[in-house]
């Protein structure tokens, strides 16, 4: 039975992972593993970073975060931003990550944990997504200061999230950050790493950078929807079907089911061996492709990927039905096979 892959460049990754730590230099880089490593597979990106000198790793969900520092050890760093219960913060703490601490109850959770906390606290300046609020920063900051002398936590960083919709928008929330860093640092704090930049801000805008920057499509070579391309960066996986018949048209080993947008048909067009030709159908096991000379059952046809052979980039197949680039990578269902070269 031939099968899709996933099929994930590790020389590609570690490329983009040194071109995006050259471009942020000083800053240091936290590359972003949230969502299994964007559905590429924690370990292998991991181990993969690491190679290109990656000494931070983070992420929303705590099973990636876990997979991350296991695979990487005392070589990196590890945030994780969302734990959420008193549960999860004592599991954090037990496998030697750094938590993100967005408000006041969740602070006391974690300072009554066994073991000392590393917390990286988190001001809200406008996204209004997790966060404590400016007005109650200076007393979220005094309780912390207090559990930090108490041996309960270390207080490693404060950060925040910013829209990057406009760049007004994300001047306010940088002035609001500036005044919460002041405010713990009257506090008694001292945070080793300031952050708030994620790709588009930290790339474009040198004084979003501070001291830390998450920086996750742009590592996996996924540039923002109708933004421009990223120098030195290239899309890290390809998705690739073989033909598995060949008619009127040829029929390839992917579906919707495979997490294959079905709205993609009559909308853009694939690699096959002989150039670029039109995707006209989607159904739930196979697809269908404008046939070309000579095709035949076992090619390979891409459907996405770094753009060598005509293919789409994963941003290309989410601007043609209007969504960001790291939608067509993280439907990619895990029954796909991963596999892993370079
Ligand atoms: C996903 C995420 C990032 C990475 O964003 P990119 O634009 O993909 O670089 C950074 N910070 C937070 C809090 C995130 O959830």
Same mark, same amino acid.
């Given at each position: 039975m031939m099968r899709a892959e996933l099929r994930v460049d590790l020389a590609r990754l570690?490329?983009?992972v040194r071109a995006v730590r050259e471009r942020m230099a000083p800053a240091d880089v936290l590359v972003v593993i949230k969502d299994n490593a964007y559905a590429q597979g924690v370990e292998p990106v991991v181990s993969a970073a690491l190679d290109a000198g990656a000494t931070w790793f983070g992420g929303i969900d705590l099973d990636s975060a876990v997979r991350a520092k296991r695979e990487a050890g005392e070589r990196a760093r590890v945030f994780c931003w969302m734990t959420l219960s008193a549960e999860e913060a004592q599991q954090g703490i037990d496998e030697g %990550? $750094? %938590? *993100? /601490? #967005? @408000? &006041? @109850?969740y602070l006391e959770h974690v300072a009554a944990a066994d073991g000392t906390a590393n917390v990286h606290l988190k001001i809200d300046t406008g996204l209004h997504r997790n966060g404590v609020r400016p007005e109650q920063w200076a007393a979220f900051c005094a309780r912390a200061a207090e559990h930090e002398r108490g041996g309960r936590i270390r207080v490693a960083g404060i950060w925040t999230h910013i829209a990057e919709a406009s760049d007004e928008e994300d001047d306010a929330s940088r002035a609001e950050f500036d005044r919460a860093v002041e405010i713990a640092r009257s506090a008694g704090l001292d945070p080793e790493v300031r952050h708030l930049a994620a790709s588009a801000a930290a790339w474009h805008r040198t004084e979003f950078r501070y001291d830390l920057v998450r920086i *996750? &499509?742009?590592?996996? *070579? !996924?540039?923002?929807? @109708? #933004?421009? $391309? !990223? =120098? #030195? /960066? =290239?899309? =890290?996986?390809? %998705? /690739? &079907?073989?033909v598995v018949a060949v008619g009127d048209d040829v029929e390839v080993a992917? *579906?919707?089911v495979d997490g294959y947008a079905s709205a993609l048909a009559g909308r853009v067009s694939v690699a096959t061996p002989a150039g670029v030709r039109a995707l006209t159908r989607v159904d739930p096991f196979t697809s269908r492709v404008e046939p070309w000379p000579g095709a035949a059952v076992g090619d390979e046809v891409i459907l996405f990927g770094p753009g060598e052979n005509g293919e789409p980039t994963p941003t290309d197949l989410g601007e043609a039905i209007g969504t960001v680039g790291e939608e067509p990578l993280l439907r990619v269902s895990p029954l796909v096979t991963r596999t892993y070269i370079g």
């Open positions: 570690r490329q983009n %990550l $750094e %938590l *993100g /601490v #967005g @408000d &006041a @109850d *996750g &499509a742009f590592c996996y *070579g !996924i540039r923002s929807e @109708d #933004g421009p $391309e !990223i =120098a #030195g /960066v =290239a899309p =890290a996986s390809s %998705l /690739v &079907a073989p992917i *579906g919707s």
